[in-house]
């Protein structure tokens, strides 16, 4: 794991996502919500903020935010996740530590959620959280990762979809969208501008504001990002097949290459 | 068709719609259940049926009426659920229909765990249900080798009118990765009008097909038991399918290992060559028929000393490989089955525990 503390370039500060406040991550099942999550909670970490993320993810069995538990606790991150004994259980268990992240006064909240509506529903157990939340005029962000490499949301309607579904499951508004185009590492340079291009789309038509796009890191120093739109986050993976070496954190352009 | 990124789960089920299939029958059960999520979103689009039963028992008798009636028919569950069908699967043996089966396997036994395990083997292999009853088991390793092998599965278990299995661990299902579907599945014609009952008006014959597995005369189940066993050894004959990796060195180990278990394997004999120690991989990609003349060339090579069985159970797969090698080398077992995939490095340091210092 190796964390650099020098920060990073210029040209990458600018088009580096910053968020506070609380921030909702939701989408559709495999749109790589966990890693969008965990990276943008070590990156925000790593600029300073203080951060803690939630596992939500009560759907999918696999390859959730908790198998990144100890980079992230490593990094200072706190990492709330249901109690150890349960770690592997088949059961929906939402701890209340999560409604009391929720009402943390200050900081960067993350909310790693399970995915299409089906994982959304739990948001709408917390409303209580999200008001006292909004009482403190924290900044609420319901971001919605999409992948069109993914089945079911290839398409605009099929996206527009989505969002309806997650919205009403929720019984929250999404607030931006994330492009998260990847076909994990076969992604190409050309799958990432076709993926901006796919987001940007459906920007136009949800009036969504697209509020970050992700490139895996690898791709990163060959990637122009200037012509984007909106900040970049790049994908370290954390949550690979056991075959394979999590990518750790990373954060020093330079002294990488 | 470009690549798409998907879960084991949803590319086994949009191979199976690829492969003809619009009949598919199941209950969820961790970690499977994606593929009936996934299907009964893409089945009515297609035109297809998802129905999902009461239990898994009343599935395999779906499946049996379905497969009676000549249609393409399959399902998906996970170990439990498994055994809960192995009744079914035998009367479908018996009544020489074909049906594919997907087994995600989960840890065990009774409940167990969710998370993944190969514990399923002599089960699938040797175990599946009663009587002189046996399938073609294929174990994909990645989620392309998955929707490669549903879309062979079809057409095989019409070749021998005999259910074929598809036997994942839980990775399986449930990991991602870019795959790539054929647009047009080129598959023999079914042979289903010489046996199946789906009605007179389809086809020339005058004569009935009756479908069934009783046989109350004793030589005439004697009789069908041999047409049963003449199916299982043209099997052995034809469906013997493997993979070697590193074979061509003078390795001192050989390990045998399947599935995604084969990958760590992989990952970790290439980190042993660096180091100079060269070990090699039999990767078998059907378990029945298994792939017994492979195994011991491999083993019998004159640099080999011991073989491994590599795998997620307590040693299920090392009788076939035993009986494979003959006694020529020490057979020995490495593997977890508690849910933990077995990493790189402990089959290294098990790999190093044989080779002597």
């Known amino acids: ?52 993320i939630a596992d939500l993810d009560l759907v999918n069995p696999y390859f959730r935010t908790r198998e990144a538990r100890v980079p992230l606790t490593r990094m200072g991150i706190g990492v709330v996740l249901p109690p150890e004994i349960y770690l592997h259980a088949d059961l929906p268990i939402l701890t209340p530590l999560v409604a009391g992240a929720i009402r943390r006064t200050e900081g960067l ?149 | 068709m470009s690549k798409v990124l998907m879960k084991g789960n949803e590319a086994i089920g949009e191979a199976a719609i690829r492969a003809g299939c619009l009949n598919y029958f199941a209950y969820p059960i ?29 599935v395999s008798y779906m499946i049996f009426g379905a497969a009676a009636c000549g249609e393409r028919v399959f399902t998906t569950s996970s170990s439990p659920g498994i055994s809960l069908m192995s009744e079914g699967v035998s009367y479908i043996v018996g009544a020489q229909c074909p049906a594919v089966f997907v087994n ?75 795959v790539t579907f054929p647009d047009h599945l080129k598959t023999p014609p079914s042979n289903k009008n010489d046996w199946a009952t789906n009605g007179m008006d389809t086809r020339k014959s005058k004569t009935r097909n009756l479908v069934k597995s009783l046989y109350l005369d004793p030589e005439a189940l004697n009789a069908h038991n041999l047409r049963l066993k003449a199916k299982y050894d043209r099997m052995r004959e034809e469906e013997i399918r493997y993979e070697t990796y590193n074979t061509d060195t003078d390795y001192q180990i050989l390990i045998v290992s399947y599935g995604t278990m084969s990958r760590v394997c992989q990952s970790a004999i290439d980190t042993l060559k660096a180091k100079k120690i060269e070990v090699a ?57 508690g849910g933990d995939v077995p990493t790189p490095e402990e089959v290294m340091e098990a790999v190093e525990k044989l080779i002597p210092a």
């Open chain 2, 281 to 337: 991989l039999v990767r078998p990609q059907n378990v029945f028929p298994f792939p017994e003349q492979a195994v011991l060339e491999a083993a019998s090579k004159s640099s080999c000393r011991h073989v491994l069985s590599v795998e997620m159970s307590m040693g299920q797969m090392i009788e076939d490989i035993q009986r494979s090698v003959q006694g020529k080398r020490p057979v020995h077992w490495y593997g977890k089955c």
């Open chain 2, 30 to 58: 961790t970690p499977q259940s994606e593929v009936a999520e996934y299907l009964s979103r893409r089945m009515p689009e297609v035109g297809g049926v998802f129905l999902q039963g009461e239990s898994e028992v009343a």
């Open chain 2, 104 to 178: 995600i396997m989960r840890g065990g036994p009774g409940l167990g765990g969710i998370l993944p395990s190969q514990a399923d083997y002599l089960q699938a292999t040797k175990g599946i249900g009663h009587g002189d009853c046996r399938l073609l088991v294929m174990v994909p390793a990645s989620v392309q080798e998955a929707v490669e092998m549903v879309m062979m599965a079809f057409p095989l278990a019409e070749k021998y009118r005999n259910p074929v299995m598809i036997l994942g661990d839980g990775l399986i299902g449930q990991m991602m990765e870019p």
């Open chain 1, 109 to 257: 909240v993350i909310l790693d959620v399970g995915g299409n509506d089906v994982g959304a529903t739990v948001l709408a157990s917390l409303a209580d959280a999200f008001h006292a939340s909004s009482l403190e005029k924290r900044p609420f962000h319901v971001l919605f990762v999409m992948n069109p490499f993914r089945p079911f949301t290839g398409t605009l309607s099929g996206c527009m979809k989505m969002r309806k579904s997650i919205e009403r499951a929720s019984k929250l508004a999404i607030t931006g969208i994330i492009g998260n185009a990847n076909l994990m590492e076969e992604t190409r340079a050309e799958d990432i501008e076709e993926g901006y291009r796919f987001v940007r789309a459906f920007s136009e038509k949800s009036r969504l504001p697209l509020e970050m796009i992700t490139i895996p890191y690898p791709l990163l120093k060959q990637t122009d990002i200037t012509h984007f739109s909106c900040p970049v986050l790049s994908i370290q993976r954390q949550l690979v097949p056991p075959w394979k070496k999590p990518a750790g954190f990373h954060f020093d352009r330079k002294s990488d290459s």
């Open chain 1, 1 to 52: 794991m190796a964390i650099s503390t020098s920060t990073a370039t210029a040209n990458l500060n600018k088009i580096t996502p910053r968020f506070d406040g609380i921030v909702v991550i939701v989408g559709a099942f495999g749109s790589g919500k966990t890693e969008v999550a965990v990276n943008l909670a070590a990156l925000s970490r790593e600029a300073g903020s203080e951060v803690w």
